[in-house]
C-alpha cells in the first residue's frame, strides 16, 4: 500500500563528475540523484528514481533553475537552468546550463576547471511509502513511538530546482536534529507540513 505521507521542500546532495562540457551551449551533463537513502531527523529517506516518480513539469516549461547552493531570495543566485533530465543507470542525469551573469560565469568557469563538481536538488515530495523495520508498510494515520526507525520512500516527488554547491556528500548537510524522543509519525508530518507552508510563502516572495 502506498499512501500519502509529510510534505516538504527537501535537498540531498551527491557527488557527480561533470563531464560533456559544452562551450557552444555552456552546458554541462550531471548526475543530480542516484537516490541512495539519506538520514533525516524523521528517519531514512529513499528517493525513488524512475519515470514514473519524478515530476520534471518545471524543467519542460523552462521553469527550473540552476541556483548557487540552495539560495532563492535573489536573481544573483540564480546561476543557469535546467535545460533537460532523463534516467539512466538508476540515477537522475540532467543538462545543467549557465547564465551569461557574473554569477553564471563564475560558476560555469570554476566546473570547467573542475573547481567544483558537486550537485544538490531541492524537490517537494509528493507522495510517501513508509516501511517500518522489519520492512512492513505501515497505516500513517496511526501514531508510532518508534517513527525515527521507518524508511521514508518518496515514491513520487516534483524537482523543483538544482544547485551547484561547494560541500557534496555530507551526511550532516541532509540531518535535522530533534532532541525529544520517540516522535510519533503524526507529529512527523505536521512538522514536514510546517516547512512546505513556510517554502510555498517564500516561493512567492
Known amino acids: 500500500m502506498t499512501t500519502n505521507g509529510p510534505q516538504g521542500y527537501q535537498q540531498r546532495y551527491v557527488n557527480t563528475a561533470p563531464s560533456s562540457a559544452d562551450e557552444t551551449t555552456r552546458s554541462v551533463s550531471a548526475i543530480i540523484s542516484t537516490g541512495q537513502p539519506v538520514a533525516r531527523f524523521y528517519g531514512t529517506e529513499v528517493l525513488e528514481i524512475s ?29 543557469g537552468r535546467v535545460a533537460e533530465t532523463w534516467i539512466s ?36 515530495v509528493l507522495l510517501w511509502e513508509v516501511r517500518d523495520s522489519d520492512g512492513d508498510v505501515i497505516d500513517q494515520d496511526l501514531s508510532y ?25 555530507d551526511s550532516g548537510a541532509g540531518v535535522r536534529s530533534d532532541d525529544r524522543a520517540g516522535d510519533p509519525l503524526r507529529d512527523v508530518r505536521a512538522r514536514m507540513q510546517a516547512r512546505q507552508a513556510m517554502s510555498d510563502r517564500m516561493s512567492h516572495r
Open 89 to 124: 543507470g538508476g540515477a537522475l542525469w540532467a543538462r545543467l546550463t549557465f547564465n551569461r551573469t557574473p554569477q553564471g560565469e563564475l560558476a560555469w568557469g570554476m566546473v570547467q576547471r573542475g573547481e567544483i563538481g558537486g550537485c544538490s536538488i531541492g524537490y517537494k
Open 51 to 79: 519515470q514514473g516518480s519524478v515530476d520534471t513539469n518545471r524543467v519542460r516549461s523552462g521553469m527550473c533553475p540552476l541556483l548557487d547552493s540552495h539560495q532563492s531570495g535573489s536573481i544573483n543566485n540564480a546561476i
Open 145 to 169: 513511538s518508534d517513527a525515527a526507525s521507518f524508511t521514508y520512500t518518496a515514491k513520487k516527488f516534483e524537482l523543483l530546482e538544482v544547485s551547484i554547491c561547494p560541500v557534496v556528500a
